[in-house]
T-cell receptor, first 111, second 115 residues
Framework: EAGVAQSPRYKIIEKRQSVAFWCNPI?????LYWYQQILGQGPKLLIQ????????DSQLPKDRFSAERLKGVDSTLKIQPAKLEDSAVYLC?????????FGPGTRLTVL | AQKITQTQPGMFVQEKEAVTLDCTYD???????LFWYKQPSSGEMIFLIY??????QNATEGRYSLNFQKARKSANLVISASQLGDSAMYFC????????????FGQGTTLQVKP
């Protein structure tokens, strides 16, 4: 149903290290989103892509976060360097008709 | 600014009973969408139900129904005949504008179903 693959599922790193997450909307949908969900809160949009272009990255901490979507399919989200407050679940979603469907998420722990 | 409010941090319900999870929203847009998602302890975000702002009928999906009261800006989720597997975190979300707009989420409500 969701049709979104993410990897890795879990990642533990030390602060100041770098990390990358991968997302594939299996059906190849045009619109893709990355959300950050801090423990105890609802998800918050980091970046939205339409095909290869960025639609909204107003909440992305651009000094340390970057994201790209090549060929309008797969996307990667990178954090460099990571801070303790980046510990969260990173969710990728695709838009299909009226709805957004989410992948299983990547749980990041920064020590 | 767009905002979603879920005032119930935690709820309990007896198995097989119905439960209502509250959600209010704030927007100045005329066109918007309202969603409910379920998040079990495994962390995945599962879509449950959608209501468009112009839909006159309340949305229903199996045991889930959305009680949409536009004038009161509320979009409560009703789960009928609760099951043990319904125990999870539930999020209300709003999308403004077109079909691909971002979602604004509430803080969530934890539901526990008692046997």
């Amino acid at each position: 149903e969701a049709g979104v693959a993410q990897s890795p599922r879990y990642k533990i790193i030390e602060k100041r290290q770098s990390v990358a997450f991968w997302c594939n909307p299996i059906s190849g949908h045009a619109t893709l989103y990355w959300y950050q969900q801090i423990l105890g809160q609802g998800p918050k949009l980091l970046i939205q892509f339409q095909n290869n272009g960025v639609v909204d990255d107003s909440q992305l901490p651009k000094d340390r976060f970057s994201a790209e979507r090549l060929k309008g399919v797969d996307s990667t989200l990178k954090i460099q360097p990571a801070k303790l407050e980046d510990s969260a679940v990173y969710l990728c979603a695709r838009a299909f008709t009226d709805t957004q469907y989410f992948g299983p998420g990547t749980r990041l722990t920064v020590l | 600014a767009q905002k979603i409010t879920q005032t119930q941090p935690g709820m309990f319900v007896q198995e097989k009973e119905a439960v209502t999870l509250d959600c209010t929203y704030d927007t100045s847009d005329q066109s918007y969408g309202l969603f409910w998602y379920k998040q079990p302890s495994s962390g995945e975000m599962i879509f449950l139900i959608y209501q468009g702002s112009y839909d006159e009928q309340n949305a229903t999906e199996g045991r889930y129904s959305l009680n949409f009261q536009k004038a009161r800006k509320s979009a409560n989720l009703v789960i009928s005949a609760s099951q043990l597997g319904d125990s999870a975190m539930y999020f209300c979300a709003m999308r403004e504008g077109g079909n691909t707009g971002k979602l604004i989420f509430g803080q969530g409500t934890t539901l526990q179903v008692k046997p």
